[in-house]
């Protein structure tokens, strides 16, 4: 299948994840948040659907699709007005990990249970030192017997407090080397001396924020997830969904506040015509269109290469994605709440809200600067500065 053209297959499932997202819309996630509630209602119904895990193995209650599939689900859910965020990290990244390097008892563990939406697990990589830079994580697993010993600190870990466990990315002593090297564990959230503290975001998501702080958290040899020594490997087999993922997020948001413009434009009046007559707000808008459009397709093409097995083409493509659709939802949501003049500041027509969330697709999971840098160096061959 070529990128560029969708099957009928996807866009059946487009409408049909678009029908879910607008029975819900804005309005249920607005709910949610001021209540202090995650929407559990909206994720249930979607894991009844299969939605959540359309890209988990059939053998383990998945759809047996890939990230073409999940980014087609958080975009058409976003564009309704009501992403789960929780989709980028649950079966996007923990789904992947494990059923790309799980052994069958993990996966036969947590992948129904991802995949109906009655199990989630959240994903721990950020701290507090080392931000985008994995090479300096200090969250580190010794051995204690046939154990592992868990300790150290991570930050902006999402839904912690809806998890069932967290996939923690720490690092493990190689005896060979001396060296640290990275290795992910499955860490269940009511574990003894893993302890967790919301964030105070200024953020309005459904989703909250937490730092976690690990203090020698004692865990079975089998908490260990895939090889000892591909941590490297199986770490960046998750972040390319991630993302992926984070693309379609943006791509849907924008579409949201863009489609909102639209109907405005078109019916709000002052003299004698609409203002979407006036070059001044279409172009814009037309503009915003294209923006989301073209990252869409980067999107659909980073996609396509990692659910062929290309993880290097992959890379670049999921990198170039998440960075086109960061911009492309920024303009798309300052364009809109710039079309709807004061009012687009209102709580009626909730637009306001989405600048904040806007930024986070261009600071989240890791920022433009950083993918800046790794175009420079990997697709250009320029030398690095660090």
């Known amino acids: 299948m070529t990128t560029h053209i969708e099957s009928e297959e996807h866009k059946a499932l487009r409408s049909a994840v678009s029908a879910l997202g607008n029975r819900y819309g804005r309005d249920y996630l607005t709910r949610t948040i001021a209540e202090g509630k995650p929407p559990t209602e909206l994720w249930s119904e979607a894991g009844k659907l299969g939605y959540l895990g359309v890209n988990l193995p059939e053998a383990h209650g998945g759809g047996g699709g890939g990230i073409t599939e999940l980014s087609i689900v958080l975009e058409e859910l976003g564009a309704a007005g009501s992403p789960l965020l929780m989709l980028v990290v649950s079966p996007a990244i923990c789904g992947t990990v494990i059923s790309r390097f799980g052994t069958e008892a993990q996966k036969r563990q947590w992948l129904p249970g991802i995949a109906d939406g009655t199990r989630l697990m959240a994903f721990g990589i950020t701290e507090p030192d080392a931000g985008s830079n994995s090479h300096r994580i200090t969250t580190t697993a010794r051995k204690d017997g046939a154990d592992w010993l868990l300790s150290g600190r991570k930050v902006f870990i999402s839904g912690v407090d809806i998890a069932d466990a967290v996939l923690i990315v720490g690092r493990t002593e190689d005896a060979r080397t001396g060296r640290l090297k990275p290795c992910l564990f499955i860490v269940p959230t009511d574990a003894e001396g893993f302890d967790k503290r919301p964030i105070d975001m200024e953020l309005n998501a459904a989703e909250k924020q937490f730092e976690l702080v690990l203090d020698d958290v004692r865990l079975p040899a089998d908490a260990l997830v895939g090889d000892e020594d591909a941590g490297l490997l199986q770490l960046f087999a998750g972040l390319n969904p991630e993302r992926i993922m984070t693309a379609a997020f943006a791509i849907g948001m924008g579409r949201y506040a863009l489609a909102k413009a639209v109907e405005y434009a078109r019916d709000r009046t002052v003299w004698k015509a609409p203002i979407g ?42 990198n170039m994605a998440k960075y086109a659709a960061g911009e492309a939802c920024v303009k798309a949501v300052d364009q809109a709440v710039h079309t709807l003049g004061g009012n687009g500041l209102t709580r009626e027509f909730g637009l306001a809200s989405l600048i904040t969330a806007a930024r986070v697709a261009r600071i989240a999971p890791v920022s433009r600067e950083m993918i800046l840098n790794y175009v420079s160096h990997q697709t250009l061959g320029l030398p690095k500065s660090y």
């Open 277 to 318: 007559a006036h070059q001044a707000i279409a172009h814009p808008l037309a503009q915003a269109h294209i923006d989301l459009e073209l990252a869409r397709l980067m999107m659909q093409k980073a996609a396509h290469l990692y659910d062929a097995g290309d993880d290097t083409g992959a890379g670049e493509a999921a």
